[in-house]
């Protein structure tokens, strides 16, 4: 309903209030990431968001209404509950080795972060797209200083063998073709500030 969403098409920041004092909770920024960039991005990570399962409350609820379904396991004959709502959506870089599926890949149960599934086996694609991440980083770094000297310190007392790069990222989720459901995160750095990049061809 066009009565309850204005549209945004050109540089803005968005502020609210709270407690008398305005805090800025959004800056939208067009055509920053250079052309020859996206085309990297695009063709290194096209690949890192599979359709899965793996994001309900971003996908939303599907049109029968239903989040789950059971299904049997072909290979145990378990009854496995799934989710019904699939999105193309997946992870590149570090990620939790104890998240869902994740301590499979860790022999060594002291390590605390594996390489995500997609950068293990495209490791040259993950590299590729590495340098416009950085580019990533630095507009975030130049767009809100001060959230990002948050975000660079808690970083520095992280293993940098888990860093992507020399940036102030852990993990970058790739969506492709994806309109998500409203939805709040879990996970994130909460005293950051989120970085929502959309790139065409």
């Not at 001060?146 to 888990?162: D, P, T």
């Amino acid at each position: 309903d066009p009565e309850i969403y204005m549209l945004i098409d050109t540089d803005t920041n968005v502020y609210t209030k709270i407690e008398g004092k305005y805090k800025c909770i959004l800056k939208y920024r067009k055509n920053v990431v250079p052309q020859e960039m996206c085309d990297i991005l695009w063709e290194s990570l096209k690949g890192a968001a599979p359709l899965q399962r793996g994001r309900a409350e971003a996908a939303g609820i599907p049109k029968e209404g239903e989040i789950y379904s059971n299904i049997v396991s072909k290979s145990t004959g378990k009854n496995i509950r799934q989710l019904n709502s699939k999105a193309r959506s997946g992870i590149i870089g570090y990620y939790d080795n104890k998240s869902f599926m994740g301590h499979k890949y860790i022999k060594d149960d002291g390590e605390m972060c594996r390489l995500t599934s997609f950068s293990r086996k495209n490791l040259e694609k993950y590299k590729k797209s590495l340098p416009c991440i950085s580019y990533i980083d630095n507009l975030y770094k130049k767009l809100t200083p001060n959230y990002y000297k948050k975000q660079r310190s808690a970083m520095n007392k992280i293993n940098k063998k888990y860093h992507i790069e020399d940036t102030v990222y852990t993990t970058v989720t790739v969506n492709k073709n994806f309109r998500t459901a409203l939805h709040k995160d879990k996970g994130d750095y909460v005293d950051g500030f989120g970085n929502l990049v959309v790139i065409d061809r």
